[in-house]
């Protein structure tokens, strides 16, 4: 099954304490991004990449550090989390060309919480 | 840069009626794509429909159509027969092919009553 996998789904934390949200493809799709979503604000990019070890920043990378190793793999590496990155976090991956360009295969979000 | 506005925070929707949610874009470029997410409870974002918009025929998905306005940068999306397994938050987006990102509006709740 086509899926993008992210993990942890929830996670409460303490400000300063680094943490990962992994993320990975199984469609080997070139592209792949971060999104956090907060109300009213819809979903903001904070980072994205192209390609393995081709990593750019999105319109709020502040705060966060992303790295793409493996085409399958863009984990999310925050690390000295403050409030302020309490957030709903999405990774999303797509191909690059094709008949679907644009159109984004999202994980199924993790909820982050830093106390 | 460009910019999505979804000018409803809400909506209802009686149930079996029919709902149009709004949503209008800003950019500078002719050709882009244009996309409705819906995010039930679950989190989950779900394509509803996709626009190309070179493409002036408006796109449908069974109960889902939109209505693409190009000259007036308006991409509204229709449910008709809405069905309770329709409430949810539903964001508009806009991707264009070098902006390597979908920009997406601040997403309509629709709420359908029974």
């Known amino acids: 099954e086509a899926q993008v996998t992210q993990n942890p789904r929830y996670l409460i934390t303490v400000t300063g304490k680094k943490l990962t949200v992994t993320c990975s493809q199984n469609?080997?799709?070139?592209?792949m991004s971060w999104y956090r979503q907060d109300p009213g604000l819809g979903l903001r990019q904070i980072y994205y990449?192209?390609?393995?070890?081709?990593?750019d920043k999105g319109d709020v990378p502040e705060g966060y550090k992303v790295s793409r190793k493996e085409k399958r793999n863009f984990p999310l590496i925050l690390e000295s989390p403050s409030p302020n990155q309490t957030s709903l976090y999405f990774c999303?991956?797509?191909?690059?060309?094709?008949?679907?360009?644009?159109?984004?295969?999202f994980g199924e979000g993790s909820r982050l919480t830093v106390l | 840069a460009q910019t999505v506005t979804q000018s409803q925070p809400e909506m209802s929707v009686q149930e079996a009626e029919t709902v149009t949610l709004s949503c209008t874009y800003d950019?500078?470029?002719?050709?882009?794509?244009l996309f409705w997410y819906k995010q039930p409870p679950s989190r989950q974002m779900i394509l509803v429909i996709r626009?190309?918009?070179?493409?002036?025929q408006n796109a449908t998905e069974n109960r889902f159509s939109v209505n693409f306005q190009k000259a007036a940068k308006s991409f509204s999306l229709k449910i008709s027969d809405s069905q309770l397994g329709d409430a949810a938050m539903y964001f508009c987006?806009?991707?264009?092919?070098?902006?390597?990102?979908?920009?997406f509006g601040a997403g309509t709740i629709l709420r359908v009553k029974s």
């Open positions: 987006a806009y991707y264009w092919e070098y902006g390597n990102k979908l920009v």
């Open positions: 626009q190309e918009a070179y493409k002036q």
């Open positions: 990449s192209m390609n393995v070890e081709v990593t």
């Open positions: 950019t500078s470029e002719s050709d882009y794509y």
């Open positions: 469609m080997n799709h070139e592209y």
């Open positions: 999303a991956s797509s191909l690059i060309r094709g008949p679907n360009t644009g159109e984004l295969f």
